[in-house]
């Protein structure tokens, strides 16, 4: 069974909700949903980028993407066949001032500090684990790991899992795959810097410098058990000597300092 969509984070609900034509009126309307109409406002009158404007959302950059350019056409289409617009509906979340990302002043007086908001989000009814995965083991690699096993959470148990391709991506673009993916938390070995931030940036819990079995180490999550390094990274990176799993036992990355092939 599916999944529901993720559920998209905006500032506050717009103050006005119709727009009607001064002059002839069309008898037509169009429907924008307060998600897209959230994109237009960051967007077009905030200037933020496209990349902004997805960690603000809580959704990936290709998801903002889509819903810019739906909310760009339905005012086109308002604008110029004289159709009454809407702004209502759509799967969204009102912003609490908690996300570092936020970028309205006004969301921050009901903000509370990022470990109490993952606590709440950690004792809800449900969570989506994801662990960087290789014939059982967690990979030590986020930025070259071909698989994810997910994890669906019920009342601190178990209920489902699956393995899902990566198709190749790498690194940062990982981010947006684990977001679309609607993942929570992540459990991996090595990771760079730049993932950590694109990370953080689309509100997933990162948890690194995890070894041994995926299966296990969900377990010792759970229970409020698992070893990991806070201060994980990975620092090494190809640079033409062939294909380097980064983080790998017999490299010793595993948030220990870095690689040092």
Excluded: W
């Excluded at 529901?4 to 717009?14: F, G, S």
């Excluded at 991506?169 to 694109?198: K, N, P, S, W």
Aim: glycine share 12%.
């Amino acid at each position: 069974m599916p999944r529901p969509t993720r559920c998209r984070r905006i500032c506050a609900e717009p103050a006005y909700d119709s727009f009607r034509p001064d002059g002839i009126d069309s008898g037509g309307e169009v429907v924008m949903t307060l998600d897209e109409y959230e994109a237009i406002r960051l967007i077009d009158l905030q200037h933020a980028t496209q990349e902004q404007c997805a960690a603000q959302m809580g959704v990936s950059r290709t998801t903002v993407t889509e819903i810019y350019e739906a909310a760009r056409y339905k005012l086109a289409d308002s604008l110029v066949h004289g159709k009454r617009l809407l702004i209502s509906g759509g799967h969204y979340c009102l912003c609490d001032g908690a996300s570092p990302t936020c970028r309205r002043k006004e969301c921050r007086r009901a903000a509370v500090s990022a470990e109490s908001s993952f606590i709440l989000r950690k004792e809800a009814d449900s969570m989506r684990i994801a662990v960087t995965y290789e014939n059982g083991m967690i990979f030590q690699h986020f930025g070259h790991t071909e698989q994810f096993k997910l994890y669906d959470v019920q009342d601190g148990k178990v209920v489902s899992t699956q393995v899902v391709d990566t198709n190749g991506q790498g690194h940062g673009a990982l981010a947006g795959f684990l977001t679309d993916a609607q993942v929570e938390v992540l459990l991996c070995g090595g990771i760079g810097g730049g993932a950590q931030m694109a990370l953080a940036e689309a509100g997933i819990q990162l948890y690194g410098g995890v070894s041994g079995e995926a299966d296990a180490a969900v377990e010792a999550f759970l229970a409020g058990k698992l070893a990991y390094n806070p201060d994980v990274h990975c620092d090494h990176h190809d640079h033409g000597h062939g294909e380097h799993h980064c983080g790998e036992n017999k490299h010793g990355c595993a948030g220990h300092g870095g690689c040092h092939g």
